[in-house]
């Protein structure tokens, strides 16, 4: 074999394992900044900070950008190295879980501009127990996600789907009690409202980690988990 | 130029001609599959049709499977064919309007579900009318997202996402109404809240329609107009 070519092809699969490893390490950084919005958002809601909340939806632009910025580093990776299956699958993959990620962006500048809305009609006289409590939940599941992803954990990235089940009784659970408060005290309707549309987008949030946590799944094992249920999802992962 | 390497070469673009137009009619198969299901959805509400519901909420498991189907093929095409630019970019703007098709299903089964709610709990005393009339809207849209995307039309997409701006506008004001219905009858809140929901589905239904949109534009002129203002897609688009 020709040396010099050898070295050549080295030097491209090198240069390769590097765009691989910066879209990872961009999806990362884009992660934490995302994780960080979900907190503030909550943080902006419970302590009634206004200024916090024009802060998060701020940075909402930015992370819209990071979108953009990371998918087409995706697409030039797939046009230029014409990645065989197990990379195309990493790139398809990074692509896939920064749509999530900014969905998350998006679901908590929602919930920022509804901490300004009940700053200026005034607060909920109830919810604020579990915003918290779903909250701090869809955050760390956010950050668990990421960090499956990360070492591609199949482990963490199941514990999240089987989380986002939980988030999810907890949300009807709580909808039923707002529910029943605005029917005692119709007068709290439009600021108990409010409470219903944060706690809506923190469901949204928790939906977006388990699509991250599938996508993990897919990424390692090759299969795609996406609308089966957590028991045929062990079973696929022979739990 | 060797002959007989030549017939080859046609052979093999013939084949990924017909393998992109195999994804693309699949896409549209889906796509008209979606449409149809946004409408029945929509009738089972208004009509109070439980029987029509259950069966929107079991056609949404075929497009569930559809979705998978059409991203494998996608994938696929992407490892084996390593498509070129322009091509490259249909694959994966035909992946990612699958992926929204999806959603729209999601939504319509969601809308099904609050059917039969509706069925059981009793009818809501009001929000038909602007179910109906944003319902339409949205289900039209879809229709012209997919239209655009067979075309390659921009100029249908673009009022694609236009249209998306007013039916923001119209969830807006249909909501304003429900929340004071509420405040002014209070027994009716479990009822009402369960129009909320259809018509929240309805917004969300608009929102894909127009991601499906801003992906035509992406494929023909290559720019990524999502996270901008009409006005500002209207200029990339040089109107």
Known sequence: MDLTNDAHTDHISQQFNDELERVKSHLLEMGGLVEQQVGDAIKSLIEADSELAVNV??????????EIDIDEECTRIIARRQPAASDLRLVIAASKAVNDLERIGDESAKIARLAM???EEGESPRGYVEIRHIGDRVRRMTQSALTAFARLDVETALAVAQEDKEVDREYESAMREMVTYMMEDPRSIKRVMNVIWSLRALERIGDHARNIAENVIYLVKGKDVRHISIDEMEKVLDK
């Open 57 to 66: 939806r701020a940075t909402d632009k930015r992370i819209n950008q990071m």
């Open 117 to 119: 809305k009940l700053c």
